[in-house]
């Protein structure tokens, strides 16, 4: 499975962004995808999910403002990113879980500055 993530840039503090996460299968096909971030010299953290259901969990640093979603017609994940702040400055993944399996997109760098 290939995915790839992409949508990132260099956005002001409240502003907004949105991040597309595609795939080589049905993103309805796969039990979940998710989105993490990591930042300079931190680790990895995950920012949300939507599973096969459309169950959606959010962490709480981004509740409120951050939405994922998906796109039938792009067969994508978008994470729609809004009242965007300085910590929010990261390298942002896509991760596709396939019966128990880890499928890693690369990365978009978001900058979120003045």
């Known amino acids: 499975v290939q995915l790839q993530a992409s949508g990132g840039g260099l956005v002001q503090p409240g502003g907004s962004l949105r991040l597309s996460c595609t795939a080589s299968?049905?993103?309805?096909?796969?039990?979940?995808v998710e989105w993490y971030r990591q930042a300079p010299r931190k680790q990895r953290e995950l920012v949300g999910s939507?599973?096969?259901?459309?169950?959606?969990n959010y962490a709480d640093f981004v509740k409120g403002r951050f939405t994922i979603s998906r796109d039938i017609r792009d067969n994508a994940v978008n994470l729609q990113m809004n009242s965007l702040k300085p910590e929010d400055t990261a390298i942002y993944y896509c991760?596709?879980?396939?019966?128990?399996?880890?499928?890693w997109g690369q990365g978009t760098q978001v900058t979120v500055s003045s």
């Open positions: 991760n596709a879980l396939i019966s128990g399996q880890q499928n």
């Open positions: 299968i049905s993103i309805f096909s796969v039990d979940a």
């Open positions: 939507i599973s096969r259901r459309a169950i959606r």
